[in-house]
């Protein structure tokens, strides 16, 4: 029955899911080992489980593979029909049946709908409708010494009523079940459907195997190694009193990481993946993490040569390869492994080196060498390397590939370590003085330097600027001279134009005027030519006669007084 039930990595295994078994020395080995195919771990799932063997290390009694009376697996025709067949396995067997004889009506009642089964308390015995419908109140022999108990659905993951107990989960779901001899076993990717007749099937918890309720955290890398769950179940001790007990612990480890699994000195590897124990035999060591890690971490005092106490912080960084090696060892963290030898190491180098060596040297890291000067540089070059090849050796053993070791700071400590950095503190200062007026006589050369490229510079930028004005001058000047040459022009084709227009206009005037023969016209016309002039200069002007005697007079008066005037010039 119960191979139905659970899946292939539950069959004989405290552990779900696939495991190594121990092939180390000085561990101790079963002669019955069997390293059968898991086909859990690679996803199929066979339709009849079979019982899979692992390591001896993890087989215990399986108490869902037991054969047990009224207990019937749910399989591909649902909870209905295994419900049918323990009613009909406890009606064989000439007790009372689960299934009611009730018959369904449409128009009053109790209503039961469609995916869902009634429940009715008969006596203290359960009976179940699966029929949909409504159940009436009568007659009332039909409901004498019975209950109605209300409904449940057919796809709850977990129903108890009255001694009947079914359980179905879905993939990621596991059930833990206690049995009426307190026993426990866990369901996967299936379900059942069991009576007691004698105590009870107890659903201790529903988990949810991707998402469990602790994580687990690496105490000095902080790194997430996996996440646990404890289910518990109270249990009833002498004193009347209520107790509760770790009856399951289901891990989820993510990829890159292990477990370590521990019964007595037996020691077993877990690979990533959802797993569960029910074994109380069996305790979890550990969760480890096969990827690479770093870390910074002080150590403790080291002495120099010179007895000077220097203390270092450290870098450090690795890869577990074999987790089965360190918890061998006795080891919770590859650093716990590691942190000791590396102390040592270091006491090596740094007992070997003077306090002013120190102080030049900040970092011992491979980048950081001897010049070769020193004399001792050569043995102490040698020693990094022997003691590096020495740490390197030492995590093997391990199970751990150290991957980079270097000291990133150092601190000096001690009276004679304040002393030495007094002195060193005033040299320092002297350099840093020196430094200063370096600096400073720098800094004024460069601001001379800078003065001289300004004053260029403003220089060439006063020469630009006066070619520039220059050649404003000139084009101004040469163009003012343009502008006046065409002004000149411009006047001089005007006047000429008004010339030409004024003669033309004189001589249509004339031509007009030698055409009029009438002496009356003539008279007049020169009578408005009088009246226009006395116009032009007033009524008081006097014009004096261009041609005539008067004309003459005025003539020769005009030239005698011009002699005298000029004889009295040279006189």
């Known amino acids: 029955m119960s191979s139905r039930i659970n899946d292939e990595e539950d069959a004989d295994t405290v552990v779900g899911g696939s495991s190594y078994p121990v092939k180390h020395k000085g561990l101790k080995k079963s002669d019955r080992i069997d390293e059968s195919y898991d086909s859990y771990s690679t996803g199929t799932h066979p339709r009849k489980l079979e019982r899979v063997s692992l390591h001896d290390f993890s087989k215990t009694a399986d108490y869902a593979l037991e054969e047990r009376p009224f207990v019937v697996p749910i399989a591909k025709d649902g909870i209905i029909a295994a419900l049918e067949r323990i009613d009909r396995q406890l009606r064989d067997s000439g007790r009372t049946g689960l299934l009611s ?92 459907v069991a009576y007691a007749i004698d105590g009870t099937y107890d659903v201790l918890a529903i988990v949810d195997q991707t998402h469990l309720s602790t994580s687990i955290k690496d105490a000095v890398t902080g790194a997430i190694l996996g996440s646990i769950a404890e289910i518990k179940m109270r249990s009833h001790i002498a004193s009347g009193k209520e107790q509760e007990y770790v009856v399951a612990l289901f891990l989820n480890i993510p990829a890159n990481n292990c477990a370590i699994l521990q019964r007595g000195d037996d020691l077993e590897l877990l690979p990533a993946g959802q797993h569960y124990i029910t074994n109380p035999n069996v305790t979890l060591r550990g969760l480890f993490t096969l990827g690479e890690n770093q870390l910074e971490m002080p150590t403790k005092d080291i002495y120099t040569r010179d007895q000077v106490p220097v203390g270092l912080r450290i870098y450090l960084k690795w890869q577990l390869m074999e987790p089965l090696k360190l918890t061998t060892h006795g080891y919770n963290t590859p650093y716990d492994a590691l942190r000791d030898k590396t102390q040592s190491i270091l006491t090596q180098i740094v007992a070997h080196l003077d306090y002013s060596t120190m102080v030049k040297q900040r970092s011992l890291g491979p980048d950081n060498l001897e010049d070769g000067t020193d004399p001792s540089s050569a ?32 601190q000096f400590k001690g009276e004679i370590a304040s002393t030495m950095d007094k002195l060193t503190t005033r040299a320092l200062q002297a350099q840093v003085e020196a430094a200063n007026v370096d600096r400073e006589n720098s800094n004024k050369v460069k601001q001379e330097e800078g003065a001289l490229a300004v004053a260029r510079i403003k220089a060439q930028s006063r020469n630009a600027q006066a070619d520039s004005e220059a050649y404003s001058v000139i084009a101004a000047a040469k163009a003012q001279a343009e502008r006046t040459k065409i002004e000149a022009l411009a006047e001089a084709e005007a006047i000429r134009l008004t010339a030409e227009a004024d003669a033309q206009a004189v001589s249509i005037r004339a031509a007009a005027d030698a055409k009029v023969t009438d002496q009356f016209a003539r008279g007049m016309e020169m009578r408005r030519v009088e009246v226009t002039r006395v116009q032009a200069f007033g009524n008081k002007t006097v014009f004096v006669p261009t041609d005539g005697t008067g004309v003459q007079m005025g003539n020769a008066m005009a030239v005698g007084m011009a002699a005298g005037m000029a004889n009295g010039h040279e006189a």
């Open 101 to 192: 004889n009730k018959v369904p009506v449409s128009w009053t009642g109790r209503e039961v709908s469609p995916g869902f089964l009634g429940l009715i308390n008969h006596g203290g015995l359960p009976k179940i409708l699966t029929k949909p419908g409504r159940y009436p109140g009568f007659p009332l022999r039909n409901w004498w010494a019975r209950q109605w108990c209300g409904t449940k659905g057919l796809s709850d993951t977990a129903i108890q009523f009255q001694g009947l107990t079914v359980v179905q989960v879905s993939q990621n779901q596991a059930a833990v079940i206690s049995d009426p001899q307190n026993r426990i076993f866990v369901v996967k990717n299936s379900g059942f």
């Open 379 to 410: 043995f102490l070059d040698a020693l990094r390397t022997r003691a590096m090849d020495e740490m390197h050796e030492a995590a093997l053993e391990y199970g751990i590939i150290l991957k980079d070791l270097a000291v990133i700071d150092r």
